[in-house]
């Protein structure tokens, strides 16, 4: 938020920059309009912070994710394909034209380390992400995700991700309320999991780094 | 005689017991073996178009990466055979497989969810296929306890399995025979098991006939003889002495 905010101080924009905000949220005008970036992250900004590594556990944090990701995501939550309570107010104020600079943008930005785990649960969730469950057929995380959590194109970073919402997401995987995942290949591992086995995964994932540049 | 029936029954217990984890995949076919007009090797549209298209190790090794959770990075599966090794298969076999098993006449419902078509593409398994069929591993796989060696020997000779998958269990390419040689052996023991029994969906009749009056430790000792064969691949001064 500081970040964009001094982009802008001192330029004429910056009345517009508080201004456009508010018109977009007020009940009468209900459709997107095309803003820069600069100002569009006021709005994302709130849960994602400007630079994409969220303050809240519930919000994802953006930092380093595929740009691709990041888009196909912008573009389920607008066609209803990806559902959530906090995404369906925001996404009809965005211009589907600043998805892909929207992608780009936190898909540049630097992920933070996470924050402290329960080593023991840590330690199960480890287990668990390089080897799989194989008395139940749960296959190991890294296989897809890789060892550091990085992930490719097609499987997205999941590094030092919240837990919270990593659980979030895996619980929603296993009832079907996720289903934009293209492969189907989570909702059929997330079935086999129980919600401690989730739980542990969740909490190594805030310890992985991702790559190192 | 009495005495051998009543161990084999007691042995014929135990695996199924152990072994629960597995029998979701012990269910029979409704379009594999054993159901009206199952012809085994009978290409299935897929396969003829897999065939069709050239395959790329590079790209097939990025494809595997959605195998790999279960088959491992190394592809060489899990040592207790829950997971098969796939190093060295040939290209013919792992169609064969993928695509049988994406079609429902092999039932595996581990599998299910990552051979479907939204998860694998038909020209993946095409570079899936060529990758693993180069592809090596430095570990070992799982063994049998070794105690079967010649009675493993004898019967997978004279038992004529190796007229199809080789002296050196190193199977057929062109007829899609898998290399059975170094693989698991719990797998092996399981999939001839489930051959036996006629609930692996795209079984050779003709597989399924020689197995037949095999007991449960014919199966352990042949098992426990191709685990301990080496790397078809690598027997190359047998294969020039042929």
């Keep these: 938020m500081r970040l964009a905010l001094h982009r802008i101080r001192g330029s004429w924009l910056v009345g517009v920059a508080f201004l456009i905000p508010g018109m977009l949220l007020s009940p009468v005008i209900t459709w997107a309009q095309t ?5 569009r992250l006021l709005l994302c900004g709130g849960c994602h912070n400007s630079d994409g590594n969220s303050a809240i556990p519930e919000n994802p944090n953006l930092s380093g994710l595929d740009a691709e990701y990041i888009h196909r995501q912008l573009q389920d939550f607008r066609n209803g394909t990806r559902k959530s309570p906090a995404m369906s107010g925001i996404i009809p104020l965005v211009d589907e034209k600043e998805f892909e600079a929207l992608a780009a943008f936190f898909s540049k930005q630097k992920p933070k380390p996470g924050g402290a785990v329960d080593a023991k649960l840590a330690a199960q969730g480890k287990e668990i992400y390089d080897e799989g469950i194989v008395g139940s057929a749960v296959p190991a995380c890294s296989g897809c995700h890789n060892d550091d959590g990085s992930g490719t194109e097609k499987y997205p970073r999941i590094a030092s991700q919240h ?5 979030q997401q895996l619980m929603n995987f296993k009832s079907g309320e996720r289903a934009n995942d293209v492969r189907a290949v989570m909702r059929a591992v997330a079935k086999r999991m129980n919600e401690k086995e989730i739980r542990a995964v969740a909490e190594y994932v805030v310890t992985l780094k991702g790559a190192q540049e | 005689m009495k005495q051998a029936v009543a161990v084999f029954m007691i042995l ?6 152990t072994a629960s984890a597995d029998m979701a995949d012990a269910v029979k076919s409704t379009k594999g073996y054993g159901s009206k007009g199952y012809v085994w090797g009978k ?4 396969q003829v178009a897999v065939l069709k298209l050239n395959g790329d190790a590079v790209r097939g090794k990025e494809a595997f990466r959605g195998c790999r959770g279960c088959h491992r990075p190394d592809a060489a599966g899990v040592t207790d055979g829950t997971y098969p090794r796939l190093t ?8 064969k497989q993928v695509t049988e098993v994406r079609a429902g006449v092999r039932v595996n419902p581990k599998m299910d969810p990552f051979a479907a078509e939204h998860a694998v593409s038909t020209q993946e398994i095409a570079d899936i296929a060529v990758f693993l069929a180069s592809a090596e591993t430095t570990r070992e796989n799982g063994k049998g306890d070794g105690d079967y060696q010649a009675e493993g020997k004898a019967l997978y000779e004279k038992g004529r399995c190796s007229d199809c998958h080789g002296r050196r269990g190193e199977g057929n390419e062109n007829k899609a025979y898998p290399a059975i040689a170094a693989q698991h052996y719990g797998y092996l023991k399981r999939e001839m098991d489930y051959i036996q029994k006629g609930v692996r969906g795209n079984s050779h009749p003709d597989m399924v006939k020689a197995i037949k009056h095999y007991t449960h430790r ?11 064969m080496s790397d078809y691949r690598q027997s190359g001064a047998e ?4």
Excluded: C, F, T
């Excluded at chain 2, 290409?43 to 897929?46: G, Q, R, V």
């Design chain 2, 43 to 46: 290409l299935l549209p897929e």
């Design chain 2, 12 to 17: 014929q217990l135990l695996p199924w017991q």
């Design chain 2, 239 to 242: 294969r020039n002495a042929k």
């Design chain 2, 218 to 228: 014919d199966i352990e000792a042949m098992a426990d003889y191709l685990s301990r």
């Design chain 1, 163 to 167: 837990s919270a919402y990593v659980i």
């Design chain 2, 88 to 95: 060295g298969q040939h290209a013919s076999v792992v169609i």
């Design chain 1, 35 to 39: 803003v820069p970036i600069a100002e």
